[in-house]
């Protein structure tokens, strides 16, 4: 049974932000957390701005980072009789409710696995435990696989290997390939390497060298791929919340996900730690470019233009694709080439008109930052109310 941290003293904080919180037209007056609500959805429920959840709590900064206290069958109260509205918790639990207010600063003591996460852990979990960003030379010590008595060039799940010695415990690997820089569109700086997750291993023998088993496979592996210890990381820590400072950034890589509308979809921002970002931070997203004519040739491959955002070296960038619509496990970066036909639905291509009009400041979505470096961080898609383009920017909401 888990312990009850007392509520907040909800009147007593002063806002987060100034402006007023803006209800939603048919936020309810109770709602009942049910087994798949994340914080994100429920605070959508009542609030027109779902990343002013703390506000509507009186979260300090501290309880932002701590979000296991909401649990399915807890009732959530809307209080509308103040200046502000305020929202309280009735815990709900096998001896009835019972009415909880959470103080600043008192926190569960016992966390069990069925609190309601900020945002789906499954969407995200691949870019949690798997090393995404690392600088130049990062991976050259790192143990590497040297090859097959089987004489395999290409390793799979269920394969043995070897490869040279790592650290004496380590039994549990990632696979990797180091990847091509991540380069800062607007001052061409490196922001770091990207790696390629190839699978997973397990050390069956140590020693120089030791004997490897690929337990997982999501590419071939090759002789050569690098071997990183295993981090179990699989938890997100963060409501969601504006950013205190001004940011300012664009979307420069995208992953794709299963969904055709975007949401959840992952995208790289070229801001991280050293801008002010961190873990939870809630970014709009705005449209900007123009009128692009598209040929056949066009369609069929990436290709580069002139003056097509400004604030890009050279005035070069790559034409605009939705990365709503890319295909599942594909990437794009702004500067890499990369095949439409191979990285996008054809669906989405066929419904793409000659001509793509791009609203210059035309807010498109939301994205919540969930994994920060120094230089960049990885969102997730939370709405999207049109396109979101590679080259996009990113500020506060």
Not at 158 to 185: C, H, Q
Request: glycine letters at 8%.
């Amino acid at each position: 049974m888990r312990h009850l941290v007392v509520t907040l003293a909800l009147l007593l904080a002063t806002p987060v932000l100034a402006d007023t919180l803006k209800l939603q037209d048919n936020a309810p007056d109770t709602y009942v957390v049910v087994k798949g609500d994340t914080l994100w959805d429920i605070s959508g429920r009542f609030l027109k701005d779902p990343w002013r959840w703390p506000q509507i709590w009186n979260l300090n900064r501290e309880e932002i980072k701590n979000p296991h206290w909401i649990y399915p069958g807890d009732l959530i109260v809307l209080d509308r009789s103040g200046k502000e509205p305020r929202l309280s918790l009735v815990k709900g639990g096998k001896n009835g409710m019972q009415t909880v207010k959470l103080s600043p600063g008192v926190r569960t003591t016992d966390i069990d696995g069925d609190a309601i996460p900020s945002i789906p852990i499954h969407v995200i979990h691949p870019f949690l435990s798997q090393p995404r960003v690392v600088p130049l030379g990062a991976l050259d010590d790192a143990p590497f696989i040297l090859g097959s008595n089987a004489e395999r060039v290409v390793l799979g799940a269920g394969d043995d290997a070897f490869a040279t010695g790592g650290k004496s415990g380590v039994t549990r690997w990632n696979v990797l390939r180091p990847g091509k820089p991540l380069k800062d569109p607007e001052t061409g700086e490196v922001l770091g390497y990207e790696v390629e997750y190839l699978g997973d291993a397990r050390t069956l023998v140590e020693g120089a060298p030791q004997k490897i088993r690929i337990t997982q496979s999501a590419q071939e592996i090759l002789a050569r791929d690098k071997l990183v210890e295993t981090d179990d990381r699989t938890t997100f820590e963060y409501i969601p919340h504006a950013p205190e400072a001004q940011i300012s950034g664009r979307i420069i890589s995208a992953y794709g996900s299963l969904s055709d509308s975007g949401h959840y979809q992952t995208v790289v921002i070229n801001r991280g730690s050293r801008d002010g970002l961190e873990p939870g931070h809630v970014l709009a997203v705005f449209r900007e470019g123009q009128a692009v004519t598209l040929t056949r040739d066009e369609k069929d491959r990436m290709t580069w233009v002139n003056e097509k955002s400004t604030g890009v070296p050279n005035g070069g960038a790559w034409l605009y694709n939705d990365v709503r619509c890319l295909k599942e496990n594909s990437k794009v970066t702004y500067d890499q080439t990369a095949d439409v036909r191979n990285a996008f639905r054809s669906t989405c291509l066929g419904n793409t008109s000659d001509r793509a009009i791009k609203l210059p400041d035309a807010r498109s979505g939301l994205v919540m930052v969930y994994r920060v470096y120094d230089r960049v961080s990885y969102a997730l898609i939370m709405q999207s109310d049109g396109p979101v383009y590679l080259l996009d920017t990113v500020k506060n909401p």
